[in-house]
Protein backbone atom coordinates (compact mmCIF):
# COMPACT_ATOMS: atom_id res chain seq x y z
CA UNK A 1 0.00 0.00 0.00
CA UNK A 2 0.90 3.49 -0.79
CA UNK A 3 1.76 5.97 2.19
CA UNK A 4 1.41 9.59 2.31
CA UNK A 5 5.34 9.87 2.00
CA UNK A 6 5.02 7.87 -1.84
CA UNK A 7 2.35 10.91 -2.58
CA UNK A 8 3.07 14.37 -4.19
CA UNK A 9 0.57 16.63 -5.33
CA UNK A 10 1.72 19.12 -7.89
CA UNK A 11 -0.38 22.05 -9.81
CA UNK A 12 -1.55 21.39 -13.06
CA UNK A 13 0.84 22.57 -15.96
CA UNK A 14 0.18 23.29 -19.33
CA UNK A 15 2.97 20.55 -20.85
CA UNK A 16 0.56 18.14 -19.01
CA UNK A 17 -2.36 18.47 -21.09
CA UNK A 18 -1.11 15.24 -23.28
CA UNK A 19 -1.16 13.12 -20.42
CA UNK A 20 -4.37 13.97 -18.64
CA UNK A 21 -6.03 13.95 -21.71
CA UNK A 22 -4.35 10.56 -22.03
CA UNK A 23 -6.05 9.11 -18.99
CA UNK A 24 -9.37 11.48 -19.39
CA UNK A 25 -10.30 9.57 -22.12
CA UNK A 26 -9.53 6.29 -21.42
CA UNK A 27 -12.75 4.68 -22.00
CA UNK A 28 -12.67 3.28 -18.19
CA UNK A 29 -12.23 6.62 -16.72
CA UNK A 30 -14.05 8.39 -19.89
CA UNK A 31 -17.23 6.74 -18.55
CA UNK A 32 -17.05 7.90 -15.04
CA UNK A 33 -17.41 11.82 -16.14
CA UNK A 34 -20.69 13.57 -17.27
CA UNK A 35 -18.82 14.85 -20.17
CA UNK A 36 -17.23 11.92 -21.63
CA UNK A 37 -14.41 11.69 -23.36
CA UNK A 38 -13.41 15.06 -24.73
CA UNK A 39 -11.19 15.93 -28.05
CA UNK A 40 -7.69 18.27 -27.26
CA UNK A 41 -9.13 21.56 -28.47
CA UNK A 42 -11.61 21.42 -25.90
CA UNK A 43 -9.12 19.71 -23.21
CA UNK A 44 -7.01 22.87 -24.65
CA UNK A 45 -10.00 25.36 -23.72
CA UNK A 46 -10.66 23.58 -20.59
CA UNK A 47 -7.27 24.12 -19.28
CA UNK A 48 -7.35 28.31 -20.91
CA UNK A 49 -10.34 28.66 -18.76
CA UNK A 50 -8.89 26.72 -15.77
CA UNK A 51 -6.01 28.99 -15.03
CA UNK A 52 -8.13 32.10 -15.20
CA UNK A 53 -10.46 30.47 -12.80
CA UNK A 54 -9.29 30.99 -9.03
CA UNK A 55 -11.47 29.06 -7.44
CA UNK A 56 -9.96 25.72 -9.28
CA UNK A 57 -7.19 23.59 -8.59
CA UNK A 58 -6.11 20.85 -9.83
CA UNK A 59 -3.06 18.42 -9.47
CA UNK A 60 -1.35 15.93 -10.86
CA UNK A 61 -0.81 12.98 -8.59
CA UNK A 62 3.08 12.07 -8.37
CA UNK A 63 3.80 8.28 -6.80
CA UNK A 64 7.20 7.43 -6.24
CA UNK A 65 8.13 10.73 -8.38
CA UNK A 66 6.41 10.24 -11.81
CA UNK A 67 2.41 10.85 -12.53
CA UNK A 68 0.10 8.85 -12.48
CA UNK A 69 -3.01 10.50 -12.03
CA UNK A 70 -5.07 14.09 -11.28
CA UNK A 71 -7.47 15.21 -8.86
CA UNK A 72 -8.90 18.62 -7.98
CA UNK A 73 -10.67 20.83 -5.90
CA UNK A 74 -12.89 23.30 -7.30
CA UNK A 75 -15.66 25.82 -7.74
CA UNK A 76 -14.48 26.81 -3.66
CA UNK A 77 -16.77 29.44 -2.22
CA UNK A 78 -15.16 31.24 0.27
CA UNK A 79 -18.37 32.94 1.40
CA UNK A 80 -20.14 29.12 1.78
CA UNK A 81 -16.40 28.03 3.07
CA UNK A 82 -17.86 24.90 0.33
CA UNK A 83 -15.52 23.06 -2.61
CA UNK A 84 -16.27 20.80 -5.32
CA UNK A 85 -13.61 17.63 -4.84
CA UNK A 86 -13.42 15.32 -7.97
CA UNK A 87 -11.65 14.91 -11.46
CA UNK A 88 -9.87 11.96 -9.81
CA UNK A 89 -8.10 9.52 -11.97
CA UNK A 90 -5.63 7.18 -11.12
CA UNK A 91 -4.77 6.45 -15.01
CA UNK A 92 -1.43 4.85 -14.02
CA UNK A 93 -2.68 1.16 -14.00
CA UNK A 94 0.84 0.13 -11.83
CA UNK A 95 -0.73 2.71 -9.61
CA UNK A 96 -4.14 1.45 -9.24
CA UNK A 97 -4.91 -0.37 -6.23
CA UNK A 98 -2.52 0.43 -4.05
CA UNK A 99 -3.18 3.12 -1.91
CA UNK A 100 -2.30 5.84 -4.35
CA UNK A 101 -5.75 7.44 -4.63
CA UNK A 102 -6.90 7.31 -0.99
CA UNK A 103 -3.48 8.53 0.18
CA UNK A 104 -3.59 11.49 -2.93
CA UNK A 105 -7.15 12.14 -1.37
CA UNK A 106 -6.30 12.40 2.33
CA UNK A 107 -3.38 15.12 1.20
CA UNK A 108 -5.93 16.94 -1.09
CA UNK A 109 -8.71 17.34 1.51
CA UNK A 110 -5.57 18.28 4.37
CA UNK A 111 -5.12 21.05 1.64
CA UNK A 112 -8.56 22.19 1.00
CA UNK A 113 -9.33 22.56 4.67
CA UNK A 114 -6.16 24.25 5.68
CA UNK A 115 -4.86 26.24 2.76
CA UNK A 116 -8.17 26.85 0.65
CA UNK A 117 -10.14 27.49 4.11
CA UNK A 118 -13.04 25.88 3.13
CA UNK A 119 -15.20 23.80 5.96
CA UNK A 120 -17.13 21.28 3.20
CA UNK A 121 -15.89 19.60 0.79
CA UNK A 122 -19.24 18.16 -1.98
CA UNK A 123 -19.05 15.72 -5.07
CA UNK A 124 -20.94 13.48 -7.63
CA UNK A 125 -20.14 10.45 -8.74
CA UNK A 126 -22.32 8.17 -10.76
CA UNK A 127 -24.04 5.73 -8.30
CA UNK A 128 -22.79 2.69 -9.96
CA UNK A 129 -19.35 3.68 -9.54
CA UNK A 130 -18.88 1.40 -5.97
CA UNK A 131 -15.27 1.58 -5.77
CA UNK A 132 -15.17 5.41 -5.74
CA UNK A 133 -17.99 5.47 -3.59
CA UNK A 134 -15.99 3.13 -1.04
CA UNK A 135 -12.84 5.48 -1.36
CA UNK A 136 -14.73 8.57 -0.64
CA UNK A 137 -16.87 6.97 2.31
CA UNK A 138 -13.30 5.70 3.87
CA UNK A 139 -12.15 9.65 3.89
CA UNK A 140 -15.58 10.14 5.80
CA UNK A 141 -17.48 11.88 2.87
CA UNK A 142 -21.49 10.75 3.51
CA UNK A 143 -24.11 10.44 1.33
CA UNK A 144 -26.75 13.70 1.55
CA UNK A 145 -28.79 12.52 -1.65
CA UNK A 146 -28.93 11.88 -4.94
CA UNK A 147 -30.05 12.98 -8.44
CA UNK A 148 -30.07 11.93 -11.93
CA UNK A 149 -27.94 13.57 -14.48
CA UNK A 150 -26.73 11.94 -18.24
CA UNK A 151 -23.89 9.97 -18.67
CA UNK A 152 -21.96 11.48 -21.93
CA UNK A 153 -25.21 12.48 -23.46
CA UNK A 154 -26.94 9.28 -22.77
CA UNK A 155 -30.06 8.90 -20.55
CA UNK A 156 -29.89 10.01 -17.01
CA UNK A 157 -28.35 7.81 -14.51
CA UNK A 158 -28.30 8.06 -10.58
CA UNK A 159 -25.57 9.74 -9.36
CA UNK A 160 -24.46 9.84 -5.42
CA UNK A 161 -24.41 13.46 -3.25
CA UNK A 162 -22.07 12.99 -1.19
CA UNK A 163 -20.21 16.02 1.69
CA UNK A 164 -17.61 15.63 3.72
CA UNK A 165 -17.82 17.84 6.70
CA UNK A 166 -14.00 19.17 8.12
CA UNK A 167 -14.94 17.39 11.43
CA UNK A 168 -15.79 14.04 9.65
CA UNK A 169 -12.33 13.86 8.14
CA UNK A 170 -10.43 14.45 11.00
CA UNK A 171 -12.72 11.92 12.39
CA UNK A 172 -11.58 9.34 9.49
CA UNK A 173 -8.41 9.84 10.08
CA UNK A 174 -7.81 11.93 7.30
CA UNK A 175 -4.32 13.63 7.08
Known amino acids: MSSPQDITLV ?8 LTLAWRNRPDIARCFFSGAVNPEQHAQWFNNYERDSSDHTFIIQWRGRPVGMAAVYHIDPGQ ?44 VFADNAPAIRLYEALGFMRTGTDERPRAGGAPEEIAIMELHKSHFHEAGGA
Open 11 to 18: ELARERLP
Open 81 to 124: RRAEFGRLVIGDQEARGRGVARAACAQLAARAFAEFEVDTLFLE
